[in-house]
């Protein structure tokens, strides 16, 4: 149960980060005109976690969350694994294989995801 | 360097496949609906993945126009060598993509007599464009027209999902 809470708890979270992350990419042509950037920084700290977000210009949404213990992880590391995300989703959409929309089962992106998880730790 | 004629041979080889596979139909019209549409799918797919790496590494797009100028440059450039050389719009969501020199009509004799089999090797193209479009949120219909080869004019019809 305890696992089942956790995972319900994270999945809540990303699901509340979207809005955030809405509302950062919609102020992109106003105010922010230069502020054209992918990565778009802390979305917002929760008190057992800290969520950065990053958009594509496919408005393809990734979200990380890290627990708010962490306090090792700094920003331009964040952006790393956002640009390695980024990095395989590409190779993911360019395989002829996949079709957009459906979920991920590509063992290649699985393992650089776990990976980057194992290092962050 | 020989990887342009790759692709260039490609292409022919796979418009004369989708056309020989549907020759047993008796519907002409019916065949040159389903050819494009096959062709046009072929091309969307590809449009999807290409965009996806094209721009992974841009700024995001200030606007609509912002995107079209990018996929006259940056993108027509790196698929086809060379950039669209004329682009204008509406400002209403109607653009025309203009390429003098189109990289898979340049083997096409000048003459008018291959006319007619202009748009069958352009719709590959068409769903390039629309895929490109499609993955950046724009939806749309391209249309082409030929009438002096090898030049081509790519008419994409945008309605926007963001606005």
């Not at chain 1, 509340?16 to 802390?42: C, H, P």
């Not at chain 1, 890290?66 to 995300?85: A, G, P, Q, W, Y």
């Not at chain 2, 749309?140 to 030929?146: D, F, L, N, R």
Request: charged share 25%; net charge negative; aromatic share 10%.
């Amino acid at each position: 149960d305890n696992v089942c809470s956790g995972e319900l708890k994270f999945h809540y979270t990303v699901h509340t980060s979207l809005d955030v992350v809405e509302e950062k990419i919609s102020g992109v042509g106003k105010a922010l005109a230069d502020q054209r950037e992918l990565y778009l920084g802390l979305l917002y700290p929760t008190e057992d976690y800290k969520v950065y977000g990053y958009v594509t210009n496919s408005k393809v949404k990734f979200v990380i969350v890290v627990d708010s213990s962490n306090t090792s992880l700094r920003d331009n590391e964040i952006r790393s694994m956002f640009r390695k995300l980024h990095n395989s989703f590409t190779d993911v959409m360019c395989n002829p294989f996949y079709n957009p929309g459906d979920p991920i089962q590509s063992k290649a992106f699985d393992s650089i995801v776990s990976t980057m998880m194992v290092q962050a730790c | 360097m020989a990887d342009d004629a790759l692709f260039e041979f490609l292409h022919m080889e796979i418009v004369a496949l989708v056309y020989k596979e549907q020759a047993t139909r008796e519907d002409i019209d019916k065949e040159r609906v389903t050819c494009v549409s096959t062709l046009d799918a072929m091309g969307f797919r590809v449009g999807q993945g290409m965009i996806e790496r094209f721009t992974k590494d841009c700024p995001t797009f200030k606007d609509d126009l912002d995107l079209m100028k990018f996929l006259c440059k940056d993108f027509w450039s790196t698929i086809f060598k060379k950039q669209i050389d004329n682009l204008r719009t509406n400002h209403q969501g109607t653009y025309v993509l203009q390429d003098n020199k189109f990289a898979l009509l340049t083997q096409f004799s000048s003459g008018k007599q291959y006319l007619e089999e202009a748009p069958k090797y352009l719709a590959f193209s068409c769903g390039l464009i629309r895929g490109a479009l499609s993955n950046l949120g724009l939806e749309s219909v391209v249309t082409a027209e030929v009438s002096l080869m090898p030049s081509c004019k790519f008419m994409p019809n945008l309605k926007s999902l963001i606005n």
